[in-house]
Nanobody, 115 residues
């Protein structure tokens, strides 16, 4: 069973920054494209950013230029550096494989951007 543990969320003001971390199962991490997802209350989960095993990245238009996804394959770690945060970034953030999520979703980490 693959599993993920997200951390690093918090309460920040608009324009602030946060770095999220995800610890993923060693058995799948190095050969899978990984993604950060987010879900706001009453909304569908959406894909925020992806990174391939080789480090190629893609971003949702809503976060392009503000967020940076990275990975450390040796440590099975995924990161999301979030800058210039906006209230609409408020959500629970999750990591998982992409395009097909696997295993159990983690608990996620709450990001709240106040105004």
């Amino acid at each position: 069973q693959v599993h993920f543990v997200e951390s690093g969320g918090g309460l920040v003001q608009p324009g602030g920054s946060l770095t999220l971390s995800c610890a993923a199962s060693r058995s799948i991490f190095t050969r899978q494209t990984m993604g950060w997802y987010r879900q706001a209350p009453g909304k569908q989960r959406e894909l925020v950013a992806t990174i391939t095993s080789g480090g190629n990245t893609n971003y949702a238009d809503s976060v392009k230029g503000r967020f940076s996804i990275s990975r450390d394959n040796a440590r099975n770690m995924l990161y999301l550096q979030m800058n210039s945060l906006k209230p609409e970034d408020t959500a629970v953030y999750y990591c998982n494989t992409n395009p097909i999520p696997q295993g159990l979703w983690g608990q996620g980490t709450q990001v709240t951007v106040s105004s």
